[in-house]
């Protein structure tokens, strides 16, 4: 009696130390709240908490979720579609996530935006959390997070997260409190919505010169900054220019990395434990070279894909193939960084070896009607709310006419599923108005 009483004391203890370290890992990882955190940080997990299938998926980064909208091709077309997309996701994410995916529902089409193969290897840390923390633990993740670990992180930090975010204790705000149990829901089907207007010409991405030599007859004009030659730059706050730059491309540019210590932790405000942190630092710093030299005065150097994001492409292609899913490769319009005519062929040569349909959307600006002047919301980076519905539109008639996908809007439990999906959107956009009634920018979405 006495040993089955001190097992039993035991295995409770047990249990409330594993309950308790949930609850405290819980409490101190980052909420992605769009505060402290960027959004972007809940969109893997967001895709749990679907509860029907999906006939389309769509994988990759930015160009994919802030591009296109699925409820416009529920709305439109009847299509039922998801986009599993984070800032910055490499090709080798977008595989596992699809892989994850994969082994919920079976699609009919699997659409991958293939702008993420010009990154050889990974880039930050911050970046991999955003996608990674959100995935649940399978055999999956653990691939995940071994694939995409950047020199000086520990795969432990990933497994109890605990250990990388313990320093948040001391900087926890209302937030931790308030999305502890559920985080905030940031995405319809995974689409990030903007519903603002940021024209290129005053975004700072106003050449669009390359389109209009690589693509004639896409845009009628060049778009015209409205600066005049003899106007003083002096008058300008050059501050004001890279705050703006700063905040469409970099999610994490809240966070002043220049004035960290050596060996600050730029997500929890602490000292890493990590020795290897410098070694990191320094692969960023020359990631960081190699990307200004790229994007400095505009050449093609007809760089090829990386063995890396080669490798994982033929793995989507091959994971789609053996379910019977059919792959289509797409290459979203935006502005910057600029596609470059060996990429391109380096696509359309895959593609072509491979029997994929390629959708190239640069050159369908004049058909889908897109305009960076009403079309944006950060310049041309990515499309605002009126540029993804121009672009979902086209998509779903193509997916509808070439592709056989069906329309569902007369299955009622679909049909009451998205209404609900539809409502939620339609209660983001009208907040959106409102901040921009009230402040002239929208600052929580």
Same mark, same amino acid.
């Given at each position: #009696?006495k ?6 004391v035991f295995?409770l203890? $047990?249990?409330v130390l594993v309950a308790?370290l949930?609850l405290l890992?819980?409490? @101190?990882?980052?909420?992605y709240?769009?505060g402290?955190f960027p959004l ?7 895709? +749990? ?9 769509m994988?990759?980064?930015? %160009? @994919?979720y802030?591009?296109?909208d ?6 439109e077309?009847?299509?039922?579609s998801?986009?599993r997309?984070n *800032?910055?996701q490499?090709t080798w994410q ?5 892989? !994850?995916?994969?082994?919920?529902e079976?699609p009919?089409?699997?659409? +991958?935006?293939?702008q $993420?193969?010009?990154h050889k =290897? ?8 955003m996608?990674?923390?959100g995935?649940k ?7 995940a997070v071994r694939a995409? #670990? ?9 497994l109890? /997260?605990?250990l990388?975010y313990?320093? =948040? ?6 937030e931790d409190?308030t999305y502890f149990?559920?985080p905030?829901? @940031?995405?319809?089907?995974?689409y ?5 207007t940021?024209p290129?010409?005053?975004g700072?991405?106003?050449d669009t %010169? ?6 004639? &007859?896409?845009?009628?004009e060049?778009v015209d900054n409205?600066k005049?030659e ?6 300008k706050d050059p501050?004001d220019?890279?705050?703006s730059? &700063?905040e469409?491309?970099d999610?994490?540019a809240d966070i002043?990395?220049?004035?960290? %210590?050596e060996g600050?932790?730029?997500i929890n ?6 020795e290897?942190d410098?070694?990191?630092?320094e ?7 190699d ?5 400095s005065?505009i ?7 990386g063995?890396?994001? #080669? ?5 989507i292609?091959?994971?789609c193939e053996s ?5 289509i490769l797409i290459? *979203? /319009?935006s502005l910057?960084?600029r596609?470059?005519?060996?990429q ?5 040569? +895959? *593609?072509e070896e491979?029997?994929?349909p390629y959708?190239?959307?640069y050159?369908l ?18 499309m605002?709310?009126?540029?993804a519905?121009?672009?979902s539109k086209?998509l779903?008639k193509e997916l509808?006419e070439? +592709?056989g ?8 439990k679909?049909a &009451?599923?998205y209404?609900?999906?539809v409502?939620w959107?339609?209660?983001i956009i009208?907040a959106?108005? *409102?901040?921009?009634?009230?402040y002239? !920018?929208?600052?929580n979405?």
């Open positions: #009696m040993l089955i009483k001190n097992l039993f295995i203890s $047990a249990a308790s949930a890992t819980r409490l @101190v990882q980052p909420k709240d769009g402290e972007e940080g809940n969109f893997t997990s967001e895709y +749990y908490d679907e509860t029907t299938d999906h006939d389309v998926l994988i990759g980064d930015c %160009e @994919v802030e591009n296109f699925p409820i416009t091709l529920w709305k077309y009847g299509i039922t998801y986009i997309g *800032a910055q490499l977008s595989y596992y996530l699809l892989e !994850e995916a994969l082994e919920r079976t009919k089409v699997v659409i +991958y935006n293939v $993420a193969l010009t =290897r990974p880039e930050k840390e911050e970046y991999n959390r996608t990674l923390d995935m633990w399978s055999k999956t993740k653990w691939d995409s #670990m950047c020199k000086g992180e520990r795969f432990i930090d990933y109890f /997260p605990l990388r313990h320093s =948040r204790f001391t900087s926890l705000g209302e409190i149990m559920t905030r829901k @940031v995405t319809c089907n995974g990030y919505m903007r519903i603002d940021l290129a010409s005053e700072g991405f106003d %010169e390359w389109i209009q030599t690589l693509y004639p &007859g896409q845009i009628a060049p409205g005049n003899d106007e003083d730059d002096s008058e501050a220019e890279d705050k730059f &700063g469409i491309d999610p994490w002043d990395l220049e004035s960290l %210590e600050d932790d730029v405000g602490g000292a890493l434990e990590d290897g410098a070694e990191a630092d692969t960023e710093a020359d990631d960081a070279e990307t200004e030299e790229d994007e005065p050449k093609d150097e007809g760089e090829k894909f063995d890396r994001p #080669m490798k994982y492409l033929e793995m292609r091959t994971l379910k019977g899913i059919k792959l290459k *979203a /319009p910057s960084p596609w470059f005519d060996s391109e062929e380096q696509v359309v040569g +895959y *593609a491979h029997n994929l959708i190239n959307f050159k600006i004049k058909e889908t009607g897109i305009d960076y002047e009403t079309d944006t919301y950060d310049g041309g980076l990515h605002n709310y009126n540029g519905t121009k672009l086209w779903g509808k070439k +592709y996908i069906n329309d569902h809007r007369a299955d009622k679909l &009451g599923v209404r609900e999906k409502e959107q339609q209660k009208d959106q108005k *409102a901040e921009l009634d009230l002239g !920018e929208i600052k979405y």
